[in-house]
């Protein structure tokens, strides 16, 4: 199936590992030019340099801190140096684990401006263009936690849930002007953020990491954590002038984890 997706411009935001860095690969290797954004430069170069030199050739680092306000409008104005994005991939960091009743409310306004309205506004100035031209499609990366509120994610579980409200809610405003707006949901994708939740789980349950990864993947009807390019390919999917009817839409990736139709 061609995705047609050669020559597209995307901005993939977190891109220098995990899910951001997943996602980028599998829109490069469908043709797209791909600006990976991310504080460390380095560390996507050297995902990139592992790449054949033609598709390594279309990703282009990006070093910009995403909390930062000011940064997130420099990130418009060099992205649109480089050309008009196509596709944006909303994504970032994971926030810090905490329990809903005890969460500080300068961490709830902190993590409420970095993963949603930073988001949110980036996405309302690259749009626009987007609409100019009757093509665009905007992929926000959320978490199981908004179907099913994971024990001790409090943050990520309600931040989150935000991102679902602004997403479906943007959908039905752009829908009849060739802009498409989706919202996946990894569960347990094998990522360095997937790692750092198990060891924190393992030092709160006094048990090995190996112990609750374990566990954990054989909570999943699929017994095993998704592999990141397994993410990567549903992104360039919804990503791609097929997925042309499909908006509004929340997808899982996550081996069956979540039990509700
Ligand atoms: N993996 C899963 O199964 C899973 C499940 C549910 C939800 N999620 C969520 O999905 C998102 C991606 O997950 P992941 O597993 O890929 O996480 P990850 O391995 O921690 O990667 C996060 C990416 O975001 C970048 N980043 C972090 N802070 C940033 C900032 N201030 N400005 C710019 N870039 C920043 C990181 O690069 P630098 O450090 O170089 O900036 C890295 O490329 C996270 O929010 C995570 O909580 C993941």
Known sequence: MDLGLA???ALVLGASRGLGAASARALALEGAQVIAVARSTETTQRWRDALPA????????????????????????????????????????GPPPGAAAS???????????????HLFH?????????????WGRII???????????????LSNAVRAALLGWSKTLAGEVAAR???????????IH??????????????????RAQ???????????????????????????ASTRASYVTGAKIRVDGGMIRSI
């Not at 969460?103 to 309205?117: D, G, N």
């Not at 980036?122 to 009757?134: D, Q």
């Not at 060739?178 to 347990?188: A, E």
Request: net charge negative; no cysteine; hydrophobic share 40%.
């Open 212 to 238: 609750v990864a374990h566990e954990s993947a054989n909570s999943i009807p699929a017994a095993r954590y998704g592999r990141p390019e397994e993410f990567g390919d549903v992104i360039a999917f919804l």
């Open 191 to 208: 990522t360095d953020r997937v790692d750092e939740l198990d060891q924190a789980a393992a030092e709160k349950q006094g048990k090995s």
């Open 7 to 9: 020559g597209k411009q």
């Open 103 to 117: 969460m500080p409310l300068e961490q709830w306004t902190h993590y409420f401006e970095i993963m949603a309205a």
């Open 54 to 93: 033609n598709i390594g050739a279309r990703i282009h680092p990006l070093k910009i801190d995403l909390t930062q306000r000011a940064q997130v409008d420099e990130l418009v104005e060099q992205a649109t140096r480089i050309g008009p994005t196509d596709i944006l991939v909303n994504n970032g960091g």
């Open 178 to 188: 060739g802009v498409t707006v989706n919202v996946v949901l990894p569960g347990r």
């Open 122 to 134: 980036l996405t309302g100035r690259l749009l626009p263009s987007m609409l100019e031209r009757g």
């Open 140 to 154: 926000s990366i959320a978490s199981s936690g908004v179907e099913q509120p994971i024990p001790n994610l409090a």
